[in-house]
């Protein structure tokens, strides 16, 4: 089975600073997709970002970046210029290409934002 | 823009009771899923649903739950006899295409079971 790992609980970045969040993850597949959500105080879960496996390129979205390792099943997500309203939990979560949908979630990363 | 929505956003029942809650997913869109997120702990994949049936289902959705498209446009999750443990939050989602697609979230349903 697959598991995704986010080993920071916590993090916290400056106003207009950068900041990355981890996730690694467990697979045996090649055929598989990333994506890592938002879930502000509503809790309502929105999509940052989504890469799939077979690209080599990194997905990027505005100011919001991936760094996916392959190899070493890293996917993180880097904040540029963080602002107050990315204060979030974020979610890394897996999709394998053969799966009925099912995304596997990581355990979290809440990050709040210093003005 | 369009989105997915949940009724109710709060439901409060005793346990041993039957809860239905209602998603309406995005128009165009032909998968569907749900989720639950318990407070404080990570998102759980219950089932996925497609052409009128369950395509995949996690071991948490056993007998107790059940879904179903009813018309066009809703897509339900029903728990038969409610637990103090399914006091969770439900999060819908939809996608149009199954293959890597992105799928949508509703803004929940929060459950609480007494």
């Known amino acids: 089975a697959q598991t995704v790992t986010q080993s920071q609980p916590e993090m916290s970045v400056q106003e207009a600073e950068t900041v990355t969040l981890s996730c690694t993850y467990d697979?045996?597949?090649?055929?598989?997709?990333l994506f890592w959500y938002k879930q502000p105080p509503s809790r309502q879960m929105i999509l940052v970002i989504r890469?799939?496996?077979?690209?080599?390129q990194n997905a990027t979205e505005n100011r919001f970046s991936v760094n996916f390792q392959k190899a070493a099943k890293s996917f993180s997500l880097k904040i540029s210029d963080s602002q107050l309203g990315d204060a979030a939990m974020y979610f890394c979560?897996?999709?394998?290409?053969?799966?009925?949908?099912?995304?596997?979630f990581g355990q979290g990363t809440i990050l709040t934002v210093h003005p | 823009e369009p989105e997915v929505t949940q009724t109710p956003s709060h439901q409060v029942t005793q346990m041993g009771q039957e809860v239905i809650l209602r998603c309406v997913p995005i128009?165009?869109?032909?998968?569907f899923y749900w989720y639950r997120q318990i407070l404080g702990q990570k998102v759980e994949f219950l089932v996925s649903f497609y052409n009128n049936e369950i395509s995949e289902k996690s071991e948490i959705f056993d007998d107790q739950f059940s879904v179903e498209r009813p018309d066009g446009s809703n897509f339900t999750l029903k728990i038969r006899s409610t637990k103090l443990e399914d006091s969770a939050m439900y999060f819908c989602?939809?996608?149009?295409?199954?293959?890597?697609?992105?799928?949508?979230f509703g803004p929940g349903t929060r459950l609480t079971v007494l």
């Open positions: 128009s165009n869109h032909l998968y």
């Open positions: 890469q799939e496996a077979y690209k080599q």
């Open positions: 697979t045996s597949e090649s055929d598989y997709y």
């Open positions: 979560a897996y999709r394998s290409g053969t799966s009925y949908g099912k995304l596997t």
């Open positions: 989602a939809s996608s149009e295409a199954l293959a890597g697609d992105t799928q949508y």
